[in-house]
Each structure stands twice: as C-alpha cells, then as structure tokens.
C-alpha cells in the first residue's frame, strides 16, 4: 500500500481551538461594510449642505434642516429594505467557495430521512496532498467541500508522515508511539522479528482501531482495505464478505460499487461503518513528484471516483443520510538528487554501517549494536554534520528518540529505535554515493512541514455545511466517527471536545 509510507503522549494532544461562533463572527463581519455605507452617506449628505449652512438665509436654514430630515428619513427606509430583504442571501454569499450551498442555518445535525442509523464511509486517498484539489477541476470533491466541513488548510499527519503509521493513527486516534505501527518496517527488540506491510500478527498493531470498536458495541463494519484491517482483534475477525484482502490490483471502480451494495442489503444489515482506500495519487507522486501531470490525472480520477460514490448514494436516495469522511494519510514532496545526504560521508567522525540503519530516509532510524552508546553516535553524527564538510549535511539532525522534540510524539516505544534523524523537507538519505540519477517524490518528513498535510472533508448529517475548521491532526478522527455512531470508543490521543466542537449537536 504505497511504496513508501509514516508518529507520541497520551496526555499531550494540544489540539487546535475550533470557533463555534463562526455564523456570528461571519454576520458581524458583513454587517461592518453596511455600517460604514451608511456612514459614508450621512457624510456626503451633510457636506454637500456645508456650504449653504454657513448662509445667514432662516427660511432656507428651515428648508434645508427640512430637506435633509426627509433624505435622511427615506435613506434609513431604503437602507432598512436593502439590508432587511438582503440578509437571507447573504448567508450564502459568506461562502462563496461553496456556491450552491447554503449556509447552515441551524446548529442540529440534519435528521435522517430513509436510514434508520447513521452510517460513515471512511475514505483514504493516499498521498493526497493539501493543495492537489486546486490543480484540476474536481467537481465532485468540491461538492463535498461545498456542502460539508473542510479543514481550510488541510488535515496534520502524525510523525513520521508514512502510510502505515498514519493510516492505523486515523484508525485508532492514538500515536504511532501507542498503537505500535511506529515505521513501515521496524524490528520487534526482543524478539527480533520483523514487521513489513503485509503483517497480519496482532502482536504487531496494539490499541483499538475503529472496526474493532464498531463491533464491540454491537454494530456492524465492513472494509475495503486499510491497513490493519485484516487483523483478528478482540471481536473484530475480518469476516468474509465484510473484509476485503488487500490487493491494489482491484479497480477501484469495483471498490466504489462493492461499498454500494452494501446499502442494498436489509436494513439491519447495513454496515454502520465502511472503510474505503486508493493507492492514489501517493503511487504517482513517489514516481514523479508532486508537481507532474500525472499526479493531476490521478487526482480526476479519485475525483471521478467520489462522483461515482455520489451517484449510487444518491440513486439510492440516502446521500444526505450517509456520512462520508474523506481524508488522505499525508502528503508529498518532490525530491531530487542533488538534495543527498551519504552516511558514508560521515567516516572521518563515525563509521554507520548499512546494518544498523532500520530505515534510511525521510525517516532516518538506527539501531547501534550492543557496546555502541547512542548518545556517542548520535554526538559523532552531529559533530560530522555541522562540520561544513559534509555534502549537505547541514539538512540533517539526529537526536536520541527522547532528545526529539516532543510535538513529534515520537519516544514512547521500545519499537522505535533510540537514534532518529530529522530531515529538512525534500532532502533523502542514502548510504553512499552511487552514479544513479533520480527524481520523484517522498513523505515521511516532519509532520510540521505543509508539504505533508493532506486533506479532511466531512459530509453529512453532523457536519455543517460550507464550515471551514482550522487543520488539526489525525488522531481527532477516531473521536468523530465514535461520536456520529454514538457508540463508546477507547481512549485515545484525540481531545474528547473535539467531535463536539466540529459536529453539529444532535437533532
Ligand atoms: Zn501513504
């Protein structure tokens, strides 16, 4: 699942503060240009009088007072009409990026009116980056957009911004520190034992990932891959029919249909919640960068993949009914290689073999052997990096895990090796050099980077419509989609305010 893929406290989710009072904020804001209006009226009115008010003429003084009485009287009528008859329209015109929508006129979620629960579909376009919706038309995720809550500038990944990681971050709402999936590939310390993407162990993927929480309180979850999916957890067997095996072969028009007839099903047996997952466009963006007309075909086509998703909802007459939270895991970043940074380079003050690096880049991991102190490499490393002899080596920093700053979450765990590397964005790692030119794209950086962002929509009854929220990280998510089933989740890294500052309040 993507050729690369991407991490911290329980207690130090600091999650952004969401404004409740944005209809207000929005009506203050239009009522300030109409007030200035006004003034700027009275002025011009009563300054085209000045001159003649400095006349010594009573009958005209009278006359004029008269006069202007009457202007002033029919302004504040007219002004009163064209405001008074204007104001419903201009609720829609606060979001002018969300043309056909009105605005929400009431702070209740919406009742559903063919379901009898709500239902959440919850898709990952992978790799898809913050900013990727603005390079070609997407009609379809603009209607989304239009008519659901964004995250204005984009949804934060967790650190390191890899799929797995994040996917199972989104899934569990806990950082990968806490749910295990610390890298795509990392070494159990005491076993020894490899995790790879394809892992399937329990032992691997510790906390509770939404599907198994659906079914903990009864209700039914059905997934069309996602990491984690096809592991046997709790109650959660990954029952035939209701769990797809991965296979990225699959069109994804098939995946958008499979997700469909689950709605054809009786009633009671209707997932209450689906997962739903593309490669795309993480499969381009690594091949070629972010920048590339390809990655603009491959974001039409997920594009024409909501549309098709719209359609058989709204066939069946439940789109307003279905909640549909679409997201992606992180973003991307075209790199070159002249943006390289060789281990190798670092001889003169530390030799780091191949084989105690878990991963090499954007996440750069190393396990020293045993009779190896980290604090003496990690010392060596940095001495050799800030040397000004190394080929960029300034664009690299590495820290003992605890040493790492504590926005990354990203030390809680025997998994995560003891020395990491913080790479500036765009630059890679290698062991040494070699005559081979390449340029593509990568993730895994620093989740502050905005490169790394991708996105957050959420449409449906709970969601009001044409909302902007500030970008918040990925372990939120879980909370939302526990609070819209209202069912009990596990606790997690998520602020439990957070569903209830993005969602509208029950009906
Ligand atoms: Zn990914």
Redesign the pocket.
Known sequence: ??SD??PSTLTSTKPTPIPTNELDEEHDHDDSPSTAALLSFNTDSSSSSEPLSTSNNKPLFIVLILVTCISLSVASAFAYLFFSSRSPSSSSTTTASSATSPLPSVSHARPLTKLNRPKVILISS??FRFGYQFKTPTPNIARLIANGTEAETGLIPVFPS??FP?HYSIATGLYPAYHGIVNNHFLDPHSGDAFYMGAIDPKWWLGEPLWETVVKNGLNAATYFWPGTQVHKGPWNCPLNFCRHYNSSVPFEDRVDAVLSYFDLPSDEIPDFMTLYFEDP?HQGHKVGADDPQITEAVSRIDRMIGRLIFGLEQRGIFDDVTIIMVG??GMVTTCDKKLIFLDDLAPWINVPDNWVISHTPLLAIMPPSGYSPSDVVAKMNQGLSSGKVENGRYLKVYLKEDLPSRLHYSASDRIPPIIGLLEEGFKVKQKRSKNKECGGS?GYDNEFFSMRSIFIGHGPQFARGRKIPSFENVQIYNLVTFILNIKGAPNNGSASFAKDVLLSAA
């Open positions: 699942m993507g893929s991407l992978d790799g890899l799929t994040n993480d895991d992180h993730h």
